[in-house]
């Protein structure tokens, strides 16, 4: 089993927020979006740690328009959507019946989308695509919107690096209609660089489960104040990821590297089998009388982290919601702290088939 000490992790820790505060040294760091509201401008309720994921929710649109608004009148308050996912307009059909069933405000929803690869870039790109969402969704205003990925890909099929005028570009949309902006599976270089510009991202939403913990870049944004999401809660539970074998990335020579080298996985492990079915998650839950999707989702939330796992049947629904019923021990903690060390795996990559580096300088695989 690979060690790694209390030392080097704290000395990794230091050089990286060290760094990421350097890179904005002259010029003031505003808080998070968040604080960029006027006066005459309500904030809604705070992020909640729970949340119900529309990625792959592969429905008819009303199964899908259905599924958003019994999660809401059931409980959740938090929708994540994205362009991307083509169902943004029948998830907005579902919030708003579920708003209706439940009695809610807008308030009392907080909803999250993001900005695709194509509407990266100008001011008027990245507003189109804003408009785009709203217009989808039925909704005057976000209270979170996210740059999907770190690159952007033209018309004409080039792609386009630069996040950061990407960035600039949403920190200029009106208040009105998004409350908040940060940044999706960004890798350390490309969060210090959105950081240059002054502007604190609110949250980084990143693929986050027992099998892929990334303890110190957790810990990294918790000493920035950034809020995190975890995408993928549940792990290679998604069928898109049951078909697939982790590929290792690759690191380059930069300091970013070097100093997250101490976290690259040992160059062979067991493959992963399904996170819900994994021996040490299935032997915590009978003992806390949880079931294995609410220990992982308990173990996310219990580190400060919005989860915002998908599921169709509404059984799942609902026990998702209460996984914070679920009480961990100490001593499971330590448990499923191996479990990320033995199975260590990250199931969301496209990068090789977009033909670009993602997550450099990140342990995962």
């Not at 870039?121 to 695509?129: A, C, F, H």
């Not at 959105?194 to 944004?221: F, I, K, R």
Request: neutral net charge; contains cysteine.
């Amino acid at each position: 089993m690979q060690i790694i000490n209390f030392l080097p992790l704290a000395f990794l820790l230091s050089n990286i927020i060290n760094a990421l505060y350097l890179s904005a040294e002259q010029h003031p760091i505003t808080p998070p979006s968040s604080a960029l509201l006027s006066p005459s401008q309500k904030q809604t309720i705070p992020q909640p740690l729970i949340g119900f994921g529309t990625w792959n929710l592969n429905l008819s649109p009303e199964n899908t328009t259905e599924a958003v608004a019994y999660a809401i009148d059931i409980g959740y308050r938090q929708i994540d959507c994205a362009a991307a996912y083509g169902n943004e307009v029948a998830v907005g059909q579902g919030i708003k019946e579920g708003m209706k069933r439940a009695g809610l405000g807008r308030e009392d929803i907080w909803v999250t989308s993001k900005l695709w690869n194509d509407h990266h870039g100008s001011y008027k790109n990245v507003e189109r695509g804003l408009n785009q969402t709203l217009q989808d969704l039925d909704l005057e205003y976000l209270d979170l919107y996210l740059i999907h990925w770190p690159i952007g890909f033209s018309s004409n099929g080039t792609k386009n690096p630069d996040h950061v005028q990407t960035y600039k570009s949403m920190i200029s949309l009106p208040k009105s209609r998004v409350l908040n902006i940060g940044v999706s599976n960004f890798s350390p270089l490309q969060l210090k660089n959105v950081v240059s510009t002054g502007t604190m991202p609110y949250a980084h939403q990143m693929e986050l489960h027992p099998y892929l913990q990334q303890s110190a870049w957790v810990a990294t944004h918790k000493a920035l104040g950034i809020k995190m999401t975890a995408y993928s809660p549940l792990g290679n539970t998604n069928p898109t990821y049951q078909s697939l074998s982790s590929t290792s990335l690759s690191f380059s020579s930069s300091q970013w590297a070097s100093w997250t080298s101490l976290f690259r996985p040992p160059s062979s492990k067991p493959k992963a089998p399904p996170l819900l079915q994994n021996p040490i998650l299935l032997d915590v839950a009978e003992q806390r009388n949880c079931t294995p999707a609410q220990v992982a989702l308990k173990w996310n939330m219990g580190r400060g982290i919005s989860v915002i796992p998908k599921s169709s049947h509404e059984e799942w629904i609902k026990e998702n919601l209460h996984a914070g019923d679920c009480e961990l021990t100490h001593a499971d903690l330590t448990r499923l702290r191996f479990v990320g060390r033995k199975w260590l795996s990250r199931f969301n990559n496209p990068g090789e088939e977009w033909g670009v580096t993602l997550f450099e300088g990140l342990e995962g695989v």
